[in-house]
């Protein structure tokens, strides 16, 4: 008998992109002669897993790579899906989405299988920025899918990007009025971070341009007031939303709630699981492994013990603007936060703001947030 009390989060990974973007060190590839192979070796995978496990599902989260650019294989996973879980009505169902694929073939397909939210990754509205960066769409091609989407979808999410080599506070600030003047729930905002490997990275490591950190800190800074002002809150560190267009599969995540992963490299988290406390599952990053095994074989077993989850827990809760709950906080680890950690907390204070019910860090303090945490934690 399945066990349907058991609520969880579902992520899938759709892989392929168009082209791979100068900064990006995502599990992803232009590659996507194997789409046809690897749709079949995910529906495998669901359906397996989904046969082992069962449930009642939240919210489901399609990222990738680009899902948009798969369209043509939406409904089967949503088959296997309806077939093996029970999807909750009204269930978040989010799809990341990219300029040059937003078309209306996309958006049939995407509405057709319940798609209620989607995520686009503009990063920047200058055509140069663009262009350097490798991103594989103009400024064009973005307010067009930003029109369409913004029409059809309830909900849409931007990503946006700050700190890009030579991008001025006006290109910010332009990119910004330019989305908002869109009527989006949600936004999100990155810095650019250099990843090892990456032929943004080689680019600065040959002297090509150099990053100002400061001047990114600024810069954020700048689009932080500017959504402020335009009715988005900051909810955490990088997200914002108008009331409460959270994204229901992140803020699961950051709740510490489970989830179930399915495709190439995806984790699962299990609190209820097998182990010690809970156990983190991740599968196979290696196409040729996934593909030939369904995801069964070349993964990784994380054992979780309880003081680690403890920290994850933390970790993760303060991302949040509203902190860690106090009250989830016992209800998960069986005993009172600030027993352990209220030394800790008293020697924060400062950055913190602290209720009989929540810790949180003090919003003028999240850019050192990673800082506090340690401090909190070790
Ligand atoms: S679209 Fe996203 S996943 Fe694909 S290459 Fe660019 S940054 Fe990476």
């Known amino acids: 008998m399945r066990d349907f009390s058991h609520d969880f989060s579902i992520y899938i990974h759709i892989p392929f992109c168009v082209s791979k973007c100068a900064y990006c060190d995502f599990l992803s590839f232009a590659d996507t002669s194997r789409m ?102 103009d400024r064009q091609k973005a307010l067009d899918a930003l029109d369409s989407l913004t029409k059809e979808f309830p909900a849409v999410n931007v990503d946006i990007m700050v700190g890009l080599p030579g991008q001025s506070e006006k290109d910010v600030a332009e990119t910004l009025g330019t989305v908002l003047s869109y009527p989006i729930s949600h936004l999100s905002c990155y810095s650019l971070i250099l990843e090892e490997g990456t032929p943004l990275c080689a680019a600065a490591e040959r002297g090509e341009f150099a990053l100002d950190d400061d001047y990114a800190v600024d810069l954020y800074d700048r ?68 593909i030939s095994s369904s995801g069964r074989e070349g993964g990784l077993r994380e054992e979780i013990v309880r ?20 009250a989830s906080f016992y209800e998960i680890f069986g005993f009172d936060f600030m027993q352990k950690y209220g030394e800790k907390v008293k020697k924060l204070s400062k950055m913190l703001c602290v209720t009989k019910q929540k810790v949180a860090i003090a919003p003028e303090y999240f850019y050192v947030s990673n800082s506090i945490i340690e401090e909190l934690i070790y």
């Open 36 to 137: 046809d192979e690897y749709f079949s070796a995910l529906e495998r995978e669901i359906r397996v897993k989904g046969r082992e496990m069962g449930g009642c599902v939240d919210n489901i989260y399609i990222g990738g790579g680009t899902p948009s650019l798969a369209y043509p294989y939406f409904v089967r996973l949503r088959k296997a899906l309806d077939e093996e879980f029970f999807v909750r009505d009204g269930a978040e169902i989010s799809m990341e989405c990219n300029p040059e694929s937003v078309t209306p073939e996309f958006i049939d397909a995407a509405k057709a299988i319940g798609v209620n939210r989607v995520s686009l990754g503009v990063q920047s509205l200058s055509d140069p920025l663009l262009r350097v960066i490798g991103r594989a769409h």
């Open 223 to 290: 689009a932080r007031e500017r959504l402020s002002a335009t009715g988005f809150h900051r909810y955490e560190i990088s997200n914002f939303c108008k009331g409460d267009a959270v994204c229901a599969y992140n803020l699961s995540v950051w709740q510490y709630g489970e989830y179930l992963g399915f495709g190439l490299g995806a984790s699962s988290f299990l609190r209820k699981g097998e182990g010690d406390f809970a156990v983190r599952l991740k599968n196979a990053d290696d196409m040729s492994v996934y």
């Open 307 to 326: 003081e680690e989850g403890e920290r994850e827990f933390i970790m993760l809760a303060l991302r949040l603007e509203e902190g860690l709950d106090l």
